[in-house]
């Protein structure tokens, strides 16, 4: 349950704390006293929305401070969502400074935003003004229907696998709009890598067979010149006979090392013109004069002049690494084929696993509808709609959502003989307000929440049915904590406990107090909201006749 609140330069509040005891209780106060920022606190606290110019002081931070005690219900469920030391007692902080940053913390760790939600959600449920305009909502009715089955483990198992479902769909969608451009290029690609793989290329043929054909192009002029040139070297008094000659002249008079050093060079060199002599030799006797090597020769550079410049590359090097892309290419395309496969695969077995999962959910809620539906009516009649009429309308769906394969709709009508209607359509506020108290009393006692907070969901009731609605949350209070700002003193008759809350102005400043009244106060403070300030004799009886019908 909620145990403490302490508010520091929120609002109109410099600084604020309230105790809270067990049961109902009861808070009012006159329009503008704090009741709504208190409970505006308590939101932020939990993770809600703060604007940094609600701070009554702008030079220091706003601290906001929850205290919860749990019992062992409560703590198990609480186990689930967040890892602490001790969970039996629960302090939820939150500061923001005046940039509007903030932090928050559970038992003095710190935690995401997110986090505490999750954290609240198991504590404390918060009903407001306009929170009965929800019910009209397909999402809120089915999951009113989902909690009265209790089934949201299985509803949330089914969501999950939903979520994965959806996310497979889209990464198939993704990946076949990319497949569906690059098919769009596959015949071109296709071409493309055919016409260098027929071509055949290799590292380095362009320059070699460059080299070729202006070799065998000259090859006339250069037979010509290597055997002029083999004469020079082989012939008589040639070159190679001549150093020979001189070789054997300088053998016999190596005398010194000087003339040792030149006998050897002179051998050196005999031995390199043989060298020579033998590769000139060898050109000579192997140039060729094919005119047909020399077309294949000029047909094959003409082939890499040609994809070269087709594919605006300067080099048989970056041809060879074009086709190897365009392959990677092609070889994605069939890849993403098979992924695509893969995925459908994977949908269609998801599909057959939610199909199972939904026909499980929607057999739990036909079981449910009628009890829930009785169950209902019968809170309506407590709030002095003898006639009134409730329907649940469940329907198949063809495809999923995340809730399931069902629409639903939630029938109404407050006049007898009338036939129930969509509820948008055929309910007036006032008893949308009954709607929705009744069913969030039975949605209180599924969930089991140690504290419910309703803000002023009784406007626009008053008299008898207000009473009623008092009744009703009392009724709750006996198995959680209940909280309800009012303004109607039929409802605040009803309570356990009453909180007033007023505004004091202290050295020029106004500031918001509060005070737990005892039962003459609360006599009172009764008789003021029946009537006037001071209230009037009437008032002052007629409250003490609402006190007098209080439940036991």
Do not use: W
Request: hydrophobic share 35%.
């Amino acid at each position: 349950m909620l145990e403490k609140i302490h508010i520091k330069n929120y609002a109109i509040i410099e600084q604020l704390e309230i105790t809270f005891p067990n049961g109902m209780i009861a808070v009012t106060g006159e329009t503008g006293a704090g009741k709504s920022i208190i409970i505006g606190a308590i939101q932020s606290a939990l993770g809600g929305k703060i604007d940094s110019k609600s701070f009554k002081n702008n030079a220091e931070k706003c601290i906001l401070e929850i205290h919860f005690s749990l019992e062992t219900n409560a703590q198990k469920q609480l186990q689930s969502i967040i890892e602490l030391d001790d969970y039996s007692e629960i302090i939820i902080r939150r500061e923001i400074t005046t940039s509007g940053k903030s932090r928050s913390f559970v038992n003095d760790s710190q935690y995401s935003i997110q986090e505490i939600q999750q954290v609240a959600a198991a504590l404390i449920s918060i009903h407001q003004q306009f929170d009965h305009l929800e019910i009209l909502e397909q999402e809120y009715q089915i999951n009113v229907l989902d909690t009265y089955c209790e089934h949201l483990e299985e509803r949330n198992n089914f969501e999950q696998l939903y979520q994965e479902y959806k996310k497979k769909i889209s990464e198939c969608k993704k990946i076949e709009e990319e497949n569906k451009k690059l098919l769009l290029e596959r015949e071109y690609l296709e071409f493309q890598f055919q016409e260098l793989d027929k071509a055949n290329l290799t590292l380095g043929e362009l320059s070699n067979s460059e080299q070729l054909l202006k070799v065998a192009s000259n090859a006339e002029d250069i037979k010509t010149k290597t055997q002029c040139s083999l004469q020079l070297l082989q012939g008589e008094q040639g070159i190679q006979d001549a150093i020979y000659q001189i070789q054997n002249h300088l053998k016999s008079i190596r005398i010194s090392d000087e003339l040792q050093e030149v006998y050897e060079r002179i051998g050196v060199l005999h031995t390199e013109i043989k060298d020579i002599s033998y590769q000139v030799e060898k050109i000579h006797d192997n140039i060729d004069f094919e005119p047909k090597k020399i077309q294949n020769l000029q047909s094959r550079i003409d082939l890499y002049n040609r994809l070269l410049k087709k594919h605006q590359v300067t080099s048989d090097e970056e041809l060879i690494e074009i086709q190897a892309a365009i392959e990677t290419k092609l070889l994605n395309i069939t890849q993403s084929d098979e992924t695509i496969l893969a995925i459908q695969t994977e949908i269609k077995r998801i599909e057959n696993n939610l199909e199972i999962k939904a026909e499980k959910l929607r057999k739990t809620r036909l079981k449910q509808i009628a009890s829930l539906k009785k169950y209902i009516e019968s809170l309506l009649r407590d709030l002095g709609m003898e006639n009134a009429i409730f329907e649940i309308e469940l329907n198949p769906l063809d495809s999923f959502k995340k809730s399931g394969k069902d629409e639903i709709k939630f029938l109404f009508t407050a006049n007898k003989g009338s036939q129930a209607k969509a509820l948008q359509n055929h309910a007036s506020g006032g008893e949308l307000s009954r709607v929705n108290l009744a069913i969030k009393s039975i949605l209180a006692e599924k969930a089991k929440l140690p504290t419910m907070i309703f803000d002023e969901i009784d406007t626009g009731v008053s008299g008898q049915v207000a009473l009623q609605m008092g009744n009703l949350l009392r009724q709750c209070s006996k198995n959680q904590q209940l909280i309800a700002i009012t303004h109607s003193p039929q409802v605040a008759s009803r309570a356990n406990h009453h909180l007033y809350v007023f505004k004091k102005v202290e050295k020029s400043v106004t500031n918001t107090h509060v005070k737990f009244l005892n039962l003459e106060e609360k006599h009172v403070e009764l008789a003021k909201m029946l009537s006037s300030d001071p209230p009037t004799t009437a008032a002052l009886q007629n409250a003490k006749e609402l006190l007098s019908l209080q439940l036991n």
